[in-house]
């Protein structure tokens, strides 16, 4: 911003002496007695014929550079669009702004301030301390680039005293070199500090980063290593869990075939039984018929026999 601000007025300096050059080179041309041409001939019919021909291919001439130069513009590359201030910057701008205003309002309470420019000139303030021009146009031993500016731009006022008769720029062998040496030196030794501030503040964010990032990266490595652990207990607890299902459902199953081998073991008994006693029974009434058979076959002998 300050460099802005002193790029401006020395712009608006040579701008001014510029001016001046041209209004000198004016006035140098009217004094100049004007050139006497020579009368020429008149021209014959034939003569001015032919110097119409000559003139012939040098408008079709004319006539072909014309779209060259139109063709040339047409080439010529677009300026790109400058930047947008992020808002980073926005704020330290605003914070060096307050600064400077801090340093003014300071310098005005030490009686450091007279001036013909409002806001006091910043730039004489950051380099000298003070702002004084006030004396310096009254002694025309010449302002500040940046005091002349404000004068011829309507900035700066003092009772009887006028931009283009008395306000001019310090000669550069009577303290303008020094000023902007001081100049050069303060803003160098500040900006290096930044720059040096930064420097360390971005190595230092970059080290912190490193360190964050590899103590993410090891936590992820934990996680993971905790989720594989988790993973592989699930699965043994359910690989136990459909082996112990699987154990008893085989007991069950055995348990169940022992009971239907012994409930077939003894109903197959109980029916053996049955069928021996069935047996017996019947073989006891053959018997039985048998014994009857042969007592009444006594009784006919016995009959018989009496």
């Known amino acids: 911003m300050r460099r802005f601000v002193t790029f401006a007025m020395m712009s608006l300096v040579l701008v001014l002496a510029a001016s001046n050059v041209l209004h000198a080179q004016d006035d140098a041309k009217k004094d100049a007695k004007p050139e ?5 001939a008149p021209k ?18 004319a006539k072909k550079e014309e779209p060259k130069k ?7 590359p677009k300026e790109a669009p400058l930047p947008t201030i992020p808002p980073e910057v926005e704020a330290k701008l605003e914070a060096a702004r307050r600064a400077v205003a801090e340093a003014i309002v300071a310098a005005e309470d030490a009686g450091l301030v007279e001036t013909t420019v409002t806001p006091p000139p910043i730039l004489d303030i950051l380099i000298t301390g003070r702002a004084v021009d006030a ?3 009254k002694k025309h031993t010449g302002v500040s680039p940046e005091v002349f500016a404000a004068w011829f731009t309507g900035h700066g006022k003092l009772e009887g005293f006028t931009a283009q008769k008395d306000v001019r ?32 503040d971005d190595a230092k964010k970059k080290e912190e980063a490193a360190k964050k990032e590899a103590a993410m990266k090891k936590e992820q490595e934990e996680a993971a290593k905790k989720k594989a652990e988790a993973e592989a207990k699930k699965k043994a607890e359910a690989e136990a869990k459909k082996k112990a299902e699987a154990e008893a459902e085989a007991k069950k199953k055995a348990e169940e075939e022992a009971k239907k081998k012994e409930a077939d073991a003894k109903k197959a008994e109980e029916e053996a039984a049955k069928k ?31």
Not at 44 to 61: C, F, I, R
Not at 70 to 76: I, L, V
């Open 276 to 306: 021996k006693a069935e047996e017996d029974a019947k073989k006891k009434d053959e018997d039985a018929k048998k014994d009857d058979s042969k007592d009444d076959t006594k009784k006919d002998d016995a009959k018989d026999n009496s």
């Open 169 to 200: 720029i310090v000669n550069p062998s009577e303290g303008l070199k020094e000023m902007f040496d001081q100049r050069a030196n303060l803003l160098a030794r500040h900006i290096k500090a930044v720059k040096d501030a930064k420097s360390a």
């Open 44 to 61: 014959t019919e034939d003569a001015k014929k032919d110097d119409a021909k000559k003139e012939e291919p040098k408008k079709d001439d």
């Open 135 to 137: 004396r310096e146009i």
């Open 70 to 76: 139109d063709e040339a513009k047409k080439e010529e």
């Open 36 to 40: 006497v041409k020579k009368e020429e």
